[in-house]
């Protein structure tokens, strides 16, 4: 079972440069979380969906947008790239039914130069 | 919203030793509180959590949780630590929603 599965690891972006950030998950989970985490800043949500179709913004949502065609996956895209979204962004997922834990993917490092 | 303080920003404490990683937090309405853990370059793991029943919660690894409704406190305790306890400690709370809060942090640092 690969749980939550998070690709690129690495990456490096210039200003103003584009890329989608790939999360999937093999659960069956219905929920599923984006959040940046920066340091002494603890963890940020900057989208969620609770479903396939259905998405809503979290505390950090500009400059980020999100999809969910399917329930397995859950792109987070950044049209314009900042440095201030230089960070490291983590998905989750957890079962809907109860209010249970949360599972995390191993993360992404984004610099944006 | 509902947040989340950790009173400690980094713990450094002897191996063998006792610790307790605080947090607090502020809500109106009943919530489920959790403890994760990351190490170095990795994910967050779950600790322990309190969904209801006994205040008193157990998790892996030795460490356990005390709920206090009245303090709104939540602090994480392990009797005696190990090197491999070394690792970044997050609180967090949900409140029957959808969201998760996570306070900032607490860095354990077991020095041998």
């Known amino acids: 079972n690969a749980g939550v599965t998070q690709t690129p690891k690495f990456r490096i972006l210039k200003i103003g440069q584009s890329m989608t950030l790939q999360c999937t998950q093999d659960?069956?989970?219905?929920?599923m979380y984006w959040y940046r985490q920066d340091p002494g800043m603890g963890l940020k949500l900057i989208y969620y969906?609770?479903?396939?179709?259905?998405?809503d913004k979290g505390e950090v949502p500009n400059g980020y947008n999100v999809s969910r065609s399917t329930t397995e996956d859950f792109p987070l895209r950044l049209e314009l790239a900042a440095p201030s979204q230089t960070s490291v962004y983590f998905c989750?997922?957890?079962?809907?039914?109860?209010?249970?834990?949360?599972?995390f993917g191993s993360g992404t490092q984004l610099s944006v130069l | 919203a509902q947040s989340v303080t950790q009173l400690d920003s980094q713990v450094p404490v002897f191996e063998e030793a006792p610790v307790e990683l605080r947090c607090n937090y502020s809500?109106?309405?009943?919530?489920?509180l959790f403890w994760y853990v990351q190490y170095p370059n990795q994910g967050l793991q779950l600790l322990l959590k309190?969904?209801?029943?006994?205040?008193l919660v157990k998790g892996i690894n030795g460490f356990e949780a005390e709920f206090n409704k009245s303090q709104t406190s939540f602090h994480l305790r392990k009797p005696s630590v190990h090197i491999s306890d070394t690792a970044e400690y997050f609180c967090?709370?949900?409140?029957?929603?959808?969201?998760?809060?996570f306070g900032t942090g607490t860095s354990l640092t077991v020095i041998p």
């Open positions: 989750a997922s957890r079962n809907g039914r109860t209010n249970e834990k949360l599972f």
């Open positions: 659960m069956n989970h219905n929920y």
């Open positions: 969906s609770v479903g396939a179709g259905i998405t």
């Open positions: 809500s109106s309405v009943s919530v489920y």
């Open positions: 309190y969904l209801s029943g006994s205040t």
């Open positions: 967090a709370v949900s409140d029957w929603g959808n969201q998760f809060y």
